[in-house]
């Protein structure tokens, strides 16, 4: 369902609402057995003010839950700014809360798991904050020469809890190692995994995937027409990315960190032009 409402100020509002009916997953388990996927919902509304104002925005809210305990929350913004003809300047805000109630860590072949053909499908709840911002800046030195600028940062924290097993094809169950099934123990990152105890499988390990990155993304074009028809581009861009765990997360000092990471930086240059024959 969507709506849109405006005001005779030019001040809207824009509500989606969205329903999915419980359904067979084939993507779960990363090419296993098929998951049974819950029912779930979403619903987002986003007030925008009168876009002719040299200064206007937007604010959004959204959420979406499954039955079977997944559910994002999200809330958005955006703030233009076009005070003068030469440049305009526009940021996008955003913030996300992810929790999944089973994320997919990894695959282990063990002949004993019968009822998964053969394949253990290791999984955890998920709980994840991010958060990002999107600027952009253009700008006119003149009619013939002009500066683009995009610029992208963007901070992710995923904390992983308890591994567990996927038990049966066509089924949303799960087995959690240490309590339901198996022994668990953990080394720093590593778990050691017997699935079965004293059973016949044997163990097997895999890392802690709880991760914190922070990115930076920027590119710039200087566009310059020196003659009609004819243009030079000169382009940067540049990148970061630091995936140094943080265990005390904290989005400002995440985000600070991100200058900590080496840049790639890549210069080209374009040139366009016009023969007149």
Same mark, same amino acid.
């Given at each position: 369902?969507?709506?849109?409402?405006?005001?005779?100020?030019?001040?809207?509002?824009?509500?989606?609402?969205?329903?999915?009916?419980?359904?067979?997953?084939?993507?779960?388990?990363?090419?296993?057995?098929?998951?049974?996927?819950?029912?779930?919902?979403?619903?987002?509304?986003?007030?925008?003010?009168?876009?002719?104002?040299?200064?206007?925005?937007?604010?959004?809210?959204?959420?979406?839950?499954?039955?079977?305990?997944?559910?994002?929350?999200?809330?958005?913004?955006?703030?233009?700014?076009?005070?003068?003809?030469?440049?305009?300047?526009?940021?996008?805000?955003?913030?996300?809360?992810?929790?999944?109630?089973?994320?997919?860590?990894?695959?282990?072949?063990?002949?004993?798991?019968?009822?998964?053909? &053969?394949?253990?499908?290791? %999984?955890?709840?998920? *709980?994840? =904050?991010?958060? $990002?911002?999107?600027? @952009?800046? /253009?700008?006119?030195?003149?009619?013939?020469?002009?500066?683009?600028?995009?610029?992208?940062?963007?901070?992710?924290?995923?904390?992983?809890?308890?591994?567990?097993?996927?038990?049966?094809?066509?089924?949303?169950?799960?087995?959690?190692?240490?309590?339901?099934?198996?022994?668990?123990?953990?080394?720093?990152?590593?778990?050691?995994?017997?699935?079965?105890?004293? &059973?016949?499988?044997?163990? %097997?390990?895999?890392? *802690?995937? =709880?991760?914190? $990155?922070?990115?930076? @993304?920027? /590119?710039?074009?200087?566009?310059?027409?020196?003659?009609?028809?004819?243009?030079?581009?000169?382009?940067?861009?540049?990148?970061?990315?630091?995936?140094?765990?943080?265990?005390?997360?904290?989005?400002?000092?995440?985000?600070?960190?991100?200058?900590?990471?080496?840049?790639?930086?890549?210069?080209?240059?374009?040139?366009?032009?016009?023969?007149?024959?």
């Amino acid at each position: 369902l969507f709506s849109n409402f405006q005001h005779l100020n030019y001040w809207g509002l824009e509500l989606t609402g969205e329903y999915a009916a419980a359904r067979m997953d084939d993507r779960l388990t990363r090419g296993g057995p098929v998951a049974w996927q819950s029912s779930g919902w979403n619903i987002r509304g986003t007030l925008n003010s009168d876009p002719r104002r040299p200064i206007n925005g937007s604010f959004g809210l959204g959420t979406s839950s499954e039955a079977l305990g997944n559910r994002t929350d999200e809330v958005s913004a955006a703030l233009n700014l076009q005070v003068s003809p030469r440049w305009s300047l526009t940021l996008i805000p955003r913030l996300d809360w992810i929790k999944q109630e089973a994320q997919y860590v990894t695959s282990q072949a063990d002949s004993a798991a019968i009822s998964t053909y &053969g394949m253990r499908y290791i %999984f955890a709840p998920l *709980d994840q =904050t991010e958060a $990002s911002l999107v600027a @952009r800046l /253009n700008y006119a030195f003149s009619q013939d020469l002009t500066l683009e600028l995009f610029a992208q940062a963007l901070v992710s924290h995923g904390d992983y809890g308890a591994p567990k097993e996927f038990m049966e094809p066509r089924g949303f169950r799960f087995a959690t190692y240490g309590r339901d099934t198996g022994t668990i123990s953990r080394t720093g990152i590593s778990y050691l995994v017997d699935p079965d105890g004293a &059973g016949p499988a044997g163990s %097997f390990d895999f890392d *802690d995937r =709880t991760f914190t $990155s922070r990115s930076l @993304r920027i /590119n710039a074009v200087l566009r310059w027409e020196f003659r009609p028809g004819s243009t030079l581009y000169a382009v940067w861009q540049q990148q970061r990315l630091n995936e140094l765990m943080v265990d005390d997360f904290s989005v400002g000092r995440a985000a600070s960190n991100v200058f900590d990471a080496d840049s790639v930086n890549i210069f080209a240059l374009k040139v366009s032009y016009w023969f007149n024959l």
